[in-house]
């Protein structure tokens, strides 16, 4: 068999790790073409050693001397962020795993399509900012883009072998976060501590505290709207915090769809890197005599975040890229201790009440509104 050749976008990070794990238990389908990542170049050091990628990028010219200077193996090194868009669409690579955290992500994303290769898409950043431009050049160029985002991979397997003219709606779980029974008015006083802890995943800093304010579902919904194709009445969310059912597809006839599994990340992304076999993945099997599963509605109080995105959706053109500057922004300043968990909402709401939204034409186009939208954020901050 010809091993799948992959480059791994973000391997430091908590999907690249997991990603690494499930290229290692199956050396005779995969290998590593190339990698990025930003600063974490211990790790990075380490996994060159054990994968031997071809070429890696990194993010500032300091780190890539250092990895030089560190490194027992021969591999090429750049920085900056030219080279994340070379790692994403190097010659030999079959397979992009698009796992940079935040809107960092879109151009790699948008290399790695304009050079043909398929996306097991991490980074839904992309497609909130840039959705209908990239699937238009998936489309393109032929590009399949297989979800790694484990809400998205259930729907994916859901709808596989049934019409999509029978399909009602989508129904996305989400875990609810940390403060899912929290009283309202301690909101306000929950610190970058208690947000970080999140009942069921373990995840990367920054989508952990977007679980917890509900964002990162309503940056979902808009993933979903681009991948599946559905207008935002057809896109449902309800709360599971046992985060088992991973997501539903409902249909005509009142049948319901639903992919369960164990929640651990390598169940979706061996599902994207071998589609459409299925590999062994690690993921422990379900118990069914020990499982209960509840599900109840979003509180739109609790979850203000969530009302905003699907106003973005709607709004459409760079009102969703603005959505996820003004987050950006504000959950830094919440990680840095200088505005409340519940300034995130303000701040995200006060954005997008001044953001003027327009159809982007471009990639360009949809940077310059998030350069306006982190400037706009920035200053609703001062009064967050
Ligand atoms: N974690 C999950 O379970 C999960 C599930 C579904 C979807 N996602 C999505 O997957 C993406 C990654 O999430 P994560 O949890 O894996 O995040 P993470 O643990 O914070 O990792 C982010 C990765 O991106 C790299 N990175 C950040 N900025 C970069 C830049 N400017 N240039 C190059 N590399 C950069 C980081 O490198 P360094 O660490 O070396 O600086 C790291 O490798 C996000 O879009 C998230 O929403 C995550």
Known sequence: MKRKGISILGSTGSIGTNTL????????????????????????????????PAFVSVGSEDAAAALRNSLSVPVAVEAGPGAAMKAASL?????????????AG??????????GKDIALANKESLVLAGRLVMEEAAKRGV??????????????SLLGHRREDLKRIILTASGGPFLKTPLPELERMGPEEALKHPRWKMGRKVTIDSATLVNKGFEVIEARWLFGLP?????????????????????????????????MRSPISYALAYPERIASGTEPLDFSRLSLDFSAPEPERYPCLGFAYEALKTGGTAPAALNAA????????LEGRIPFTGISRVIGEVLGAHQSKEPGSVEDVLEADREARRLARSAAASA
């Open 21 to 52: 794990e499930v290229v290692r238990s199956h050396p005779e389908r995969f290998r590593v073409v190339s990698m990025a990542a930003g600063r974490n170049i211990a790790l990075l050091k380490e996994q060159i050693e054990e994968f031997r």
């Open 91 to 103: 010659d030999g690579v079959d397979m992009t795993v698009a796992a940079i955290s935040g809107a």
């Open 106 to 115: 879109l151009l790699p994303t948008m290399a790695a399509v304009r050079a």
């Open 144 to 157: 399949n883009v297989l979800p790694v985002d484990s809400e998205h991979s259930a729907v994916f397997q």
């Open 232 to 264: 935002p009445e057809k896109i449902s969310v309800v709360i599971h915090p046992q985060s088992i059912v991973h997501s539903m597809v409902e249909y005509i006839d009142g049948a319901v769809m639903a992919q369960m599994s164990a929640p651990d």
């Open 327 to 334: 987050d950006e922004v504000a959950v830094e300043l919440f």
